[in-house]
């Protein structure tokens, strides 16, 4: 139809799908919306990368098709299976701007409101939408996250933010838990660790300063 709704195949998850219904466990679906791992082809007129990038209409068309068909599958195929999903993963780039992306040239900097706002209009009740970076602890990137989902925020689109907690020896679990409840406050949301390491320092003694 014109090109904007996606042939969508879930094959590849059902090896572990399978695991956790024969296990019993839930299951975080990762990621929705992510530069690094959305084929070029969606963004283009016809799917053809020789060809010139969709306008944000269609972009917003394919989107919204996208998100039903993705929950649409999950709950007629899997229902309750799912607890949470990462809509959203790594917008914000290390100089702490939005991360230019196909995503970003396409629709636009408003690109994660719409994202969630099509994941709350498809998913059900039950299911808790997040948005998931690493070094969101970190002063400035944090100011900018909060900053860039206070419009799904306080539509009630956004749910969580996920941290990928890649920690160093340094900092203190004082100060990282200050970091996330900055985000519980200011956004309204809860707060998982999608994530967790800390790797050895150099010294003398890396085993140690580590645990």
């Not at 059902?14 to 992510?34: S, Y």
């Not at 020896?169 to 200011?186: C, L, N």
Request: hydrophobic letters at 35%; aromatic letters at 12%.
């Amino acid at each position: 139809n014109g090109g904007t709704h996606l042939a969508i195949s879930f094959d590849k998850a059902e090896k572990e799908i399978q695991f956790a219904e024969d296990n019993g466990l839930k299951m975080r679906g990762h990621t929705l919306v992510w530069h690094s791992q959305t084929p070029d082809w969606i963004f283009y007129k016809d799917y053809d990368t020789s060809g010139e990038l969709a306008d944000r209409e269609l972009m917003l068309t394919r989107l919204d098709n996208y998100m039903h068909d993705v929950f649409e599958w999950a709950e007629t195929e899997h229902p309750g299976l799912f607890y949470a999903w990462d809509v959203v993963n790594e917008a914000m780039d290390d100089d702490n701007h939005m991360r230019e992306s196909l995503w970003y040239q396409t629709i636009g900097e408003d690109y994660v409101t719409q994202a969630f706002h099509y994941a709350n209009l498809y998913a059900p009740e039950s299911i808790k939408l997040f948005y998931n970076d690493y070094n969101a602890y970190k002063p400035g990137k944090q100011k900018a996250i909060i900053e860039m989902l206070t419009p799904a925020a306080e539509a009630g689109d956004l749910d969580g933010v996920g941290m990928q907690a890649h920690l160093y020896t340094g900092e203190t679990p004082t100060d990282f838990t200050s970091k996330a409840k900055k985000y519980a406050d200011e956004l309204g949301v809860v707060i998982h660790i999608t994530e967790i390491d800390v790797p050895q320092p150099e010294g003398s003694s890396p085993e140690g300063a580590q645990g």
